[in-house]
């Protein structure tokens, strides 16, 4: 129970975070948009939108972890753990749809160039630059256990980097007098983006489609678990997960001709050791009271 009470100040922690870093961010939008049009940069227009998309990335984080706390239902045995997947997919999916017109842009922008204010350019980029590593470091140590934050880390840090793009970018126009670097610089945004979106997007159609969540191999926790005494053979692992940060995995054990009572001491055996050494904390275990027979592919009786 110490554990569950932990998780839920973490994550009202998280939820803070997350909120003040979605103010500040909206912030910078509005400031970039009103300058972007003004100073006639699309770069910085790229990165007023850049910032809107990781925004919302951050709304709908935000959301999720709301949403992961809601007690199961009748319906949702699960909770709502899954929305977390569920947000990351559709942010991951909408952000790379939305630099295709970046793209667009600044290739008509190539084209026939216009003229922009680097001055502008430069102050606000500077300004974008420090609210977004400031909120990046913020949630940097939450996002090493969380998909769904991670995903919102990401964003934080690709924008760093693309408002320090549109500084470099308005240094050169001051230098050369050549507008096109701002057009350069916004197909390198969008690139950024097309990137950062690109691993979360893989991973949550994983967790969606119940593949084993990045970083447990299936293989080495069946052995883990042919390895404890009295377990002859494992069949129909399953390793999934239910939320971005807790996995899940069902199994059956075969334990041989024992009496019924001496398989729960076993059960406990197996739930630590995989609590403990791959963070599963949800295990369905179903034993069977035979050996292994000789033809059956999925049972490896295990030598000790």
Wanted: net charge negative; charged share 15%.
């Amino acid at each position: 129970m110490a554990h569950h009470h932990h998780h839920h100040a973490q994550s009202h922690a998280v939820t803070r975070k997350l909120t003040i870093a979605t103010g500040a961010n909206l912030l910078v939008v509005v400031a970039e948009l009103s300058i972007g049009l003004y100073s006639g940069s699309l770069a910085l227009l790229g990165d007023a939108l850049h910032n809107l998309t990781d925004s919302l990335a951050l709304v709908i984080a935000l959301i999720a972890v709301r949403l992961e706390r809601r007690a199961p239902t009748i319906e949702k045995s699960f909770g709502y753990q899954r929305a977390g997947v569920l947000a990351a997919f559709i942010n991951a999916g909408m952000l790379m749809a939305f630099t295709l017109l970046l793209f667009r842009e600044a290739y008509e922008r190539l084209q026939s160039p216009h003229t922009v204010q680097p001055m502008l350019m430069l102050v606000t980029a500077a300004v974008a630059m420090l609210v977004n590593t400031s909120t990046a470091l913020s949630i940097r140590h939450d996002s090493q256990h969380d998909v769904n934050i991670r995903g919102a880390f990401v964003h934080m840090v690709g924008d760093a980097v693309s408002s320090a793009g549109i500084i470099v970018a308005a240094l050169m126009i001051r230098a050369t007098g050549a507008p096109h670097w701002d057009a350069i610089i916004t197909i390198f945004i969008g690139l950024l983006i097309l990137w950062s979106s690109y691993g979360v997007l893989k991973e949550s159609v994983n967790l969606l489609l119940e593949g084993t969540p990045s970083g447990i191999d299936p293989d080495e926790v069946t052995q883990a678990l042919g390895r404890i005494e009295g377990i002859h053979g494992v069949h129909h692992v399953h390793i999934w997960a239910l939320g971005p940060s807790s996995p899940a995995l069902s199994a059956h054990l075969m334990v041989g001709d024992v009496p019924v009572k001496t398989t729960g001491p076993l059960r406990e055996q197996v739930t630590e050791m995989l609590a403990h050494e791959y963070r599963i904390a949800h295990c369905t275990i179903q034993f069977e009271f035979t050996e292994c027979a000789p033809d059956d592919p999925y049972c490896v009786p295990f030598k000790r």
